[in-house]
């Protein structure tokens, strides 16, 4: 869920993900509990701008909360979470000391909790 740049997807894309997520009552109730308490979850609800509202939080969450953020969006609204996906910053190079007996592979995993240079045996 980090870019290249080391900037958390929720972070990266917050303009568009505030203008163009529709279904923000179901971002809201899969993260009301774990995420937000009650009474955040019935702010936010009440809020003619909610995906703006739930925005104001994020920059106080933990990387765990940032990522049910993100779990929540591409649970509801998959196609858009896709395509910005699609938007990302190509793979930084690879680490330097390679050696003969060994080969770098960048493994790009935007839905597990990896995702960068790992180097293979041969």
Same mark, same amino acid.
């Given at each position: 869920?980090? !870019?290249?740049? /080391?900037?958390? !997807?929720? =972070?990266?894309?917050? =303009?568009?993900?505030?203008?163009?997520?529709? *279904?923000?009552?179901?971002?809201?109730?899969?993260?009301? +509990?774990?995420?937000?308490?009650?009474?955040?979850?019935?702010?936010?609800?009440?809020?003619?701008? +909610?995906? +703006?509202?739930?925005?104001?939080?994020?920059?106080? #969450?933990?990387?765990? *909360? =940032?990522?049910?953020?993100?779990?929540?969006?591409?649970?509801?609204? +998959?196609?858009?979470?896709?395509?910005?996906? /699609?938007?990302?910053?190509?793979?930084?190079?690879?680490?330097?000391? /390679?050696? /003969?007996?060994?080969? #770098?592979?960048?493994?790009?995993?935007?839905?597990?909790?990896?995702?960068? #240079?790992?180097?293979?045996? =041969?």
């Amino acid at each position: 869920m980090y !870019f290249s740049s /080391g900037e958390h !997807f929720v =972070k990266q894309h917050r =303009k568009q993900l505030i203008q163009q997520v529709s *279904r923000v009552d179901e971002v809201l109730a899969l993260l009301h +509990r774990d995420v937000l308490d009650d009474e955040q979850y019935r702010s936010i609800r009440t809020d003619p701008v +909610r995906m +703006r509202k739930l925005y104001e939080l994020v920059p106080s #969450w933990d990387t765990w *909360r =940032k990522d049910r953020l993100y779990q929540a969006l591409k649970a509801t609204d +998959r196609a858009l979470i896709e395509e910005l996906e /699609g938007k990302e910053q190509p793979p930084p190079a690879p680490p330097e000391g /390679g050696t /003969g007996s060994s080969l #770098w592979v960048f493994i790009p995993c935007p839905s597990l909790w990896y995702q960068g #240079w790992t180097r293979i045996l =041969k």
